[in-house]
């Protein structure tokens, strides 16, 4: 037991500023991906002035998508998304000019034109990014899985993950997929399903943070990383100290039965 939380202490080494980072990076590339897959992309090549500007957006284009898909509940709202990826480096103004605006101004999201700075921490989420891209094609990798009758969304198993970097490439053997899988996890690209482990090449669950954002709306996401969620306010008010002790209203696990969720 004290060898385990010794672990668990040792390997939370991204302080809390890079992991806030890394989680709205994810955000951002969630919101990438669906921008590009409408029906009408929204993210391509445009012209003003008889310059080509590829793979851009419009501002006023991207506040209207926000508000129609109900990801923001007004158009300041959907601007102040904008400008936390933005200051984040997930998105520019493709001259360098303008904060994000409400308006007919053209930006482009950094993983569309390979300017991400260069940074160990950005380096690791682009490479994180690659993989998750490839592996969200296979189908047997990340998928809903159960454990002693407890269900894990969109999660992997650490050792699957090893085997699918080595036969894929991305790996040479089975140290290096671990060690690869190691500072995904320490740069917060991935995490154990309870955050009791470590990466490791053993039968344990692990999650991307692109899988952890899907399911909610990218205004309360943001909200939440900046500490300021009016609707998690409004959803623990009234409740008993009991209830919200946790975050969870369910009561705190012990050392024992924490370190065995998540294992398979």
Same mark, same amino acid.
């Given at each position: 037991?004290?060898?385990?939380?010794?672990?668990?202490?040792?390997?939370?080494?991204?302080?809390?500023?890079?992991?806030?980072?890394?989680?709205?990076?994810?955000?951002?590339?969630?919101?990438?991906?669906?921008?590009?897959?409408?029906?009408?992309?929204?993210?391509?090549?445009?012209?003003?002035?008889?310059?080509?500007?590829?793979?851009?957006?419009?501002?006023?284009?991207?506040?209207?998508?926000?508000?129609?898909?109900?990801?923001?509940?007004?158009?300041?709202?959907?601007?102040?998304?904008?400008?936390?990826?933005?200051?984040?480096?997930?998105?520019?103004?493709?001259?360098?000019?303008?904060?994000?605006?409400?308006?007919?101004?053209?930006?482009?999201?950094?993983?569309?034109?390979?300017?991400?700075?260069?940074?160990?921490?950005?380096?690791?989420?682009?490479?994180?990014?690659?993989?998750?891209?490839? @592996?969200?094609?296979?189908? *047997?990798?990340?998928?809903? &899985?159960?454990?002693?009758?407890? !269900?894990? +969304?969109?999660?992997?198993? #650490?050792?699957?993950?090893?085997?699918?970097?080595?036969?894929?490439?991305?790996?040479?053997?089975?140290?290096?997929?671990?060690?690869?899988?190691?500072?995904?996890?320490?740069?917060?690209?991935?995490?154990?399903?309870?955050?009791?482990?470590?990466?490791?090449?053993?039968?344990?669950?692990?999650?991307?943070?692109?899988?952890?954002?899907?399911?909610?709306?990218?205004?309360?996401?943001?909200? @939440?990383?900046?500490?300021? *969620?009016?609707?998690?306010? &409004?959803?623990?008010?009234?409740? !008993?100290? +009991?209830?919200?002790?946790? #975050?969870?209203?369910?009561?705190?696990?012990?050392?024992?039965?924490?370190?065995?969720?998540?294992?398979?």
């Amino acid at each position: 037991m004290q060898r385990h939380n010794t672990e668990i202490r040792n390997h939370r080494v991204s302080p809390p500023s890079s992991q806030r980072k890394m989680d709205i990076m994810a955000i951002g590339e969630e919101l990438r991906l669906r921008l590009h897959a409408v029906d009408e992309p929204l993210i391509k090549d445009r012209r003003y002035h008889l310059k080509l500007y590829p793979s851009s957006f419009v501002g006023q284009e991207v506040v209207d998508w926000l508000i129609k898909n109900r990801e923001a509940e007004s158009r300041e709202q959907a601007v102040e998304v904008m400008r936390t990826l933005q200051d984040y480096n997930v998105l520019h103004h493709v001259c360098d000019d303008h904060e994000f605006k409400d308006e007919f101004l053209f930006y482009r999201f950094r993983k569309d034109d390979g300017t991400y700075p260069d940074e160990s921490d950005s380096a690791a989420f682009a490479r994180g990014q690659r993989i998750y891209s490839r @592996l969200k094609l296979d189908k *047997s990798m990340i998928k809903d &899985r159960k454990y002693h009758l407890k !269900s894990y +969304k969109k999660c992997f198993v #650490g050792k699957e993950l090893v085997d699918w970097l080595v036969a894929n490439g991305e790996a040479s053997t089975r140290d290096e997929g671990l060690r690869e899988g190691r500072e995904l996890l320490e740069a917060g690209v991935i995490h154990h399903v309870c955050d009791d482990h470590h990466f490791r090449d053993e039968f344990l669950f692990y999650r991307f943070k692109n899988d952890e954002v899907e399911t909610k709306k990218f205004s309360d996401v943001l909200s @939440l990383l900046k500490g300021m *969620s009016p609707r998690v306010r &409004r959803n623990t008010k009234g409740r !008993s100290r +009991k209830e919200t002790a946790n #975050g969870t209203g369910t009561p705190k696990r012990s050392g024992t039965q924490r370190e065995q969720i998540g294992r398979a």
